[in-house]
């Protein structure tokens, strides 16, 4: 395998506009078509190709793309734009694209530059998201938080490296979280007191508190590194990975109070080979309580696995990515995090793959893995390659995904800029709710498709009063007596039930 490929040390951009990416060589490249599949009832369409002569790609990171409330899918692209350092793009989920923000307009890249992580909608309806560079304090990996309007309109609100030695951190990589208290978290890949990253929080209006600075004992016990994003379980609590460190050099999995005490709760690589695979990706919190995720390498075969962890440190391995000689039909090496479909099923994407350009994957949760698409990397394949940055599920029910590279052409290295693209695998219409836990009276924005003329709001059966601000946003107030589980909303053309169980403390 090309080391080029590898993603556990992120890149420190010199000319965010000049990035380029290496290429994974195969003994025998398979010949593909663009719509290879190998179930005949997953339909994959390209939705948009990215053309920039700078290699406007989307980023390969956990946290891909998103549903914002008016609808629509928000993302970034790590570099091209209007001057070479990133952008903040709209698209439609029919694929009309706009891009929002160019980063770096001004002489020093004030505003930061290589937004490599997805952004976040807060509960005022405005985005957030991170930038892994620039800066006012950093030429190269410092790093900006800055929040944006849907209709593009950016502020930064904190720049990272402002004192000597950077003890808030630089290099944010991963993207942000909003928690219930209405605080956003996230993390640094570098720096803090001792060198090793930090975990951080930061009010919507922009003061930033260093909860954590990884690497305080020799031997970095707690990790070092962290580059994912951080998911709040439903307990309150944060939980998140380092790439690096920990007890044996692989990487760790933690959890972090909301005040900032964490504690680590498995340490990856305890054995010859890494059979518990090495360093872990995102989580994400499944119906059950217990946590999944990925590793881009080790496993039985070295090229990655798929784990489930509880919140208590609990690790079982449910399935390691295999070559056999040449052939690696169910990908390898996944370097994003996975998602929890309405079907109760994880999906996610790896790389390699049959067709040589990643794929895309479902797993049960209990480790039956199914290989839904393979990517062609080839000249002449037009579905793009490499879908780093994992997928989302829109309340439509289909997948949306960006890879980083491929598509129609353009000037990148490989014969594309990367794509969009929608995956449908037959699931049905939901909602969706901002936030997905709180008291009595708070209110609650709900995300659908199609919601005009609803009929009726019910919290776990209570109902409640709402308005239907447009066919993809109602807002409500939990009412009193709710207690803890789906929000259904009533349509026209028939109940729309929610993704995840509603949380009422």
Request: charged share 10%; glycine share 18%; with cysteine.
């Amino acid at each position: 395998m090309d080391e080029n490929r590898q993603h556990q040390t992120k890149p420190t951009v010199s000319a965010l506009g000049k990035l380029t990416r290496g290429k994974r060589a195969y003994a025998v490249l398979v010949l593909c078509a663009t719509t290879a599949m190998s179930l005949p009832a997953q339909t994959l369409t390209t939705l948009y190709s990215f053309l920039d002569s700078f290699g406007s790609r989307p980023p390969d990171d956990p946290s891909g793309l998103i549903q914002a409330t008016g609808g629509n899918l928000y993302g970034t692209t790590f570099n091209g734009g209007a001057n070479g350092s990133g952008t903040v793009f709209r698209i439609t989920p029919s694929g009309m694209l706009t891009t929002l923000y160019s980063f770096c307009p001004l002489s020093g890249c004030l505003d930061g530059g290589g937004p490599y992580a997805g952004l976040v909608q807060a509960t005022n309806g405005d985005l957030y998201g991170t930038t892994c560079c620039y800066g006012p304090h950093g030429a190269g990996t410092a790093g900006t938080i800055f929040k944006i309007t849907p209709s593009g309109t950016l502020t930064t609100l904190h720049s990272f490296c402002s004192q000597t030695g950077c003890p808030d951190g630089a290099g944010p990589y991963g993207a942000l979280v909003q928690a219930t208290n209405g605080d956003l978290y996230g993390t640094t890949s570098q720096s803090g007191a001792y060198g090793g990253g930090t975990v951080f929080k930061i009010t919507p209006s922009g003061t930033l508190t260093t909860l954590h600075s990884f690497c305080s004992q020799t031997g970095c016990p707690d990790g070092a590194g962290p580059y994912g994003a951080l998911v709040q379980a439903t307990n309150g609590d944060l939980y998140g990975t380092t790439s690096q460190s920990g007890a044996y050099g692989g990487g760790t999995v933690f959890k972090i109070t909301p005040s900032g005490t964490l504690t680590t709760l498995h340490s990856f690589c305890s054995q010859t080979g890494c059979p518990d695979g090495s360093p872990p990706t995102g989580l994400v919190q499944a119906a059950s309580g217990d946590f999944y995720g990925t590793t881009m390498y080790g496993g039985a075969s070295g090229l990655g696995t798929i784990f489930r962890i509880t919140p208590s440190g609990t690790l079982a391995t449910l399935y390691s990515f295999v070559c056999s000689q040449s052939a690696c039909p169910d990908g390898t090496e996944p370097s994003a995090g996975l998602v929890q479909a309405t079907d109760g099923n994880l999906y996610g994407t790896a790389n390699g793959g049959a067709n040589a350009g990643g794929t895309i994957f479902k797993i049960t949760p209990s480790g039956t893995l199914t290989t839904l698409y393979s990517f062609c990397f080839q000249t002449g394949c037009t579905d793009g390659a490499y879908p780093s940055a994992g997928l989302v599920q829109a309340t439509n029910g289909n997948f949306y995904g960006t890879t980083s590279e491929g598509g129609i052409g353009g000037a990148c290295t490989g014969g594309g800029c990367g794509t969009v693209f929608r995956l449908s695998v037959g699931l049905g219409p939901f909602v969706i709710t901002r936030p997905t836990s709180g008291e009595v009276g708070a209110a609650v924005m709900i995300l659908g498709t199609d919601l005009t003329g609803a009929t009726s709001v019910s919290f776990n059966g209570t109902a409640a009063t709402f308005t239907v601000v447009s066919r993809s946003l109602i807002t409500t107030t939990i009412p009193a007596g709710a207690t803890t589980g789906f929000v259904t909303v009533a349509t026209p053309t028939g109940t729309l039930k929610s993704n995840v169980k509603f949380r009422v403390p």
